[in-house]
């Protein structure tokens, strides 16, 4: 014990000291760049003139989508009326046929008679 003593009374325990860090001379910053008000008003017209040319871009594409939806559509249209217009002309080489107008003439009482009988010929050319 008389160790103990002297080391407690000649050698007090270390105490340690809290080691203070020494800043470095250099200090980095952080730094916001503005712009300048010449700067952000051709930042802001880039993209109002970007923005208008997509608008302008987009709305000629609408339009050429619907002007194909018509085009498509008259042309659904113009084919329904070419198939009927050859069913019409069928129609009318049936009607001015030969046979069916020589029936037709013995229904109504009429003769035939080679000196009477004339060629008529088509209104219009196909």
Partial sequence: MAV???RRNVMPESQVEPKVREKSGTRTRT?????KKAETLVY???FVLIAAAAIFVLSL???AYELQT?????ENEIAIKEGEISELKTEVT???????IYEKANEL????NNGN??????????
């Avoid at 730094?31 to 712009?35: G, T």
């Avoid at 049936?94 to 069916?100: E, G, I, K, T």
């Avoid at 009482?109 to 035939?112: A, K, M, Q, V």
């Fill in 61 to 63: 594409k609408m339009e």
């Fill in 109 to 112: 009482g009429l003769d035939l």
């Fill in 4 to 6: 103990e003593s002297y």
């Fill in 94 to 100: 049936d009607l001015a046929s030969y046979d069916r």
């Fill in 44 to 46: 802001l017209t880039l």
């Fill in 70 to 74: 018509e085009k498509t559509q008259l």
């Fill in 117 to 126: 009988v004339k060629v008529a010929e088509k209104y219009g050319k196909d």
């Fill in 31 to 35: 730094r916001v760049v503005s712009l």
